[in-house]
T-cell receptor, first 117, second 113 residues
């Protein structure tokens, strides 16, 4: 159980285009989802926390107008990288929080490798 | 959030037991300790979570001393496929809401044939 699906797994795009990444909790409802970014040989950096039906909470230094997050349902959150530039190339990972008896365990998607040319 | 300190890397031979210790000196009473495993180009995978004493599942064991200022993840009889980065996270998960977690640099475990 507790499967999180993330699509696409890899995106190559031209500079200036927008890219949407989907994160779905397949077998549980997730009121809270998280978006992380990971650069090579570095740890995961939290970008934002996405709560169903409300605006996302962004970490300091993350541009909310550039990284648009939508969490319209209990099983889907999307991250849109608007007007992507080469410096946005990174590994983006989402997670969904499983609450209840398993306290605040996050289940992660497989990640999306974004390459902006 | 409690800060965690782990060894940056560890090497182990196949078949050995591996113990990775995480220090969290300023852990709060209600904090839980959670470990994740990450393979290259994949999202982290939950391994185990504990609050106190010892927790064991089909994958690993987690030892937490009484003062909770450290914890040890124990992987029995590692294989090459256990080569990965292991993260220790600490947080209070009973606050009625969510608590964001902060990933440290993790411990890169290299299993040697």
């Amino acid at each position: 159980g507790a499967v999180v699906s993330q699509h696409p797994s890899r995106v190559i795009c031209k500079s200036g285009t927008s890219v949407k990444i989907e994160c779905r909790s397949l077998d549980f409802q997730a009121t809270t989802m998280f978006w992380y970014r990971q650069f090579p040989k570095q740890s995961l950096m939290l970008m934002a926390t996405s709560n169903e039906g409300s605006k996302a909470t962004y970490e300091q230094g993350v541009e909310k107008d550039k990284f648009l997050i939508n969490h319209a349902s209990l099983t889907l959150s999307t991250l849109t990288v608007t007007s992507a530039h080469p410096e946005d190339s990174s590994f983006y990972i989402c997670s969904a929080r499983l609450g209840g008896g398993a306290k605040n365990i996050q289940y992660f998607g497989a990640g999306t490798r974004l390459s902006v040319l | 959030l409690a800060k965690t300190t782990q060894p940056i890397s560890m090497d182990s031979y196949e078949g050995q037991e591996v113990n990775i210790t995480c220090s969290h000196n300023n852990i709060a009473t209600n904090d839980y300790i959670t470990w994740y495993q990450q393979f290259p180009s994949q999202g982290p995978r939950f391994i185990i979570q504990g609050y106190k004493t010892k927790v064991t599942n089909e994958v690993a064991s987690l030892f937490i001393p009484a003062d909770k200022k450290s914890s040890t993840l124990s992987l029995p009889r590692v294989s090459l496929s256990d080569t990965a980065v292991y993260y220790c996270l600490v947080g209070d998960f009973f606050d009625g809401g969510y608590q964001k977690v902060t990933f440290g640099i993790g411990t890169k475990l290299q299993v040697i044939p």
